[in-house]
C-alpha cells in the first residue's frame, strides 16, 4: 500500500517568504507527526496531531510555524518569515494510534533551503 | 526531557562481520519504548526493530538484536553477518505511550566489501 508522501520533495525559497509543506498520511492513521532534521543530526519533534486537533505542538520553535490538520488527513506544515535557520528537512511520520508500541511511519522528507 | 545519546558518530564493519552500534538515554519514566531507526541516502526512515521497556527479553528480527539494560538505561543494536545494504544512518529513539520520539544524532555506518 501507499506509504506517507510529502510534497514538494525540494524547496528553495528565499529569506522572508512564507512556505507550506504537505504531508500524506497513510490511510487510517489518526496519529500524524512533524519533525526537523538539521544537517547532522537526529530528528527533532515539532508538533503532532491526534485526529484533527493538534494533542502537542510544544517543539514548535516559535510563532512563525504553524500546522493544520483540517480533516484528519493531509497536514501542512506552514513557515512564515522563513529564515536561514529554518534550512533544513522536514519528516512527516503517521501512526495508527499513539498508543503502546505503533510504530511511526516516515515519509521521505522535504528539504527546505532558505536563502 | 528526555535526551539520546549515541556516542559514535561513525562505525564501520567489514562485510559478513558483525557490529555494535551504542546508544544511552535518560529517563525517570519506567514505563517507554525504543527503538532504532535506520535512514539510507533516500532520507527513508526504516524501523529496524523495537523494544518494550517492560519486556526483559532483548528484542531480535533476523540479524537485528538488541541489548537492553534498563537498569543502565542502555540499548546497543547489534548486527550479524552485515550486509552492504546495511550502510546508512541509525537513530536510536525513545518514546513514551502516545508521546512523540526523542531521537539520538545518530551514528553513521559503512560497510567495507
Known amino acids: 500500500g501507499a506509504g506517507v508522501s510529502q510534497t514538494p520533495s525540494n524547496k528553495v525559497t528565499e529569506k522572508g517568504k512564507y512556505v507550506e509543506l504537505r504531508c500524506d498520511p497513510i490511510?487510517?492513521?489518526?496519529?500524524l507527526y512533524w519533525y526537523r532534521q538539521s544537517l547532522g543530526q537526529g530528528p527533532e519533534f515539532l508538533i503532532y496531531?491526534?485526529?484533527?486537533?493538534?494533542?502537542?505542538d510544544s517543539g514548535l520553535p516559535n510563532d512563525r510555524f504553524f500546522a493544520v490538520r483540517p480533516e484528519g488527513s493531509v497536514s501542512t506544515l506552514k513557515i512564515q518569515r522563513t529564515e536561514r535557520g529554518d534550512s533544513a528537512v522536514y519528516l512527516c511520520?503517521?501512526?495508527?494510534?499513539?498508543?503502546?508500541?505503533?510504530?511511526?511511519?516516515f515519509g521521505p522528507g522535504t528539504r527546505l533551503t532558505v536563502t | 526531557a528526555q535526551t539520546v545519546t549515541q556516542s559514535q558518530p561513525e562505525m564501520s564493519v567489514q562485510e559478513a562481520e558483525t557490529v555494535t552500534l551504542s546508544c544511552t538515554y535518560d529517563?525517570?519514566?519506567?514505563?517507554?519504548?525504543l527503538f532504532w531507526y535506520k535512514q539510507p541516502p533516500s532520507r527513508q526512515m526504516i524501523l529496524v526493530i523495537r523494544?518494550?521497556?517492560?519486556?526483559?527479553q532483548n528484542a531480535t528480527e533476523n540479524r537485528f538484536s538488541v541489548n537492553f539494560q534498563k537498569a543502565a538505561k542502555s540499548f546497543s543494536l547489534k548486527i550479524s553477518d552485515s550486509q552492504l545494504g546495511d550502510a546508512a544512518m541509525y537513530f536510536c529513539?525513545?518514546?513514551?505511550?502516545?508521546?512523540?520520539?526523542?531521537f539520538g544524532t545518530g551514528t553513521s555506518l559503512t560497510v567495507i566489501p
Open positions: 511520520a503517521s501512526s495508527p494510534d499513539i498508543g503502546g508500541s505503533y510504530e511511526q511511519y
Open positions: 490511510s487510517g492513521h489518526t496519529a
Open positions: 496531531f491526534q485526529g484533527t486537533g493538534a494533542a502537542d
Open positions: 529517563t525517570s519514566e519506567s514505563d517507554y519504548y
Open positions: 523494544q518494550e521497556a517492560y519486556k526483559q
Open positions: 529513539a525513545y518514546r513514551r505511550f502516545g508521546n512523540q520520539f526523542y
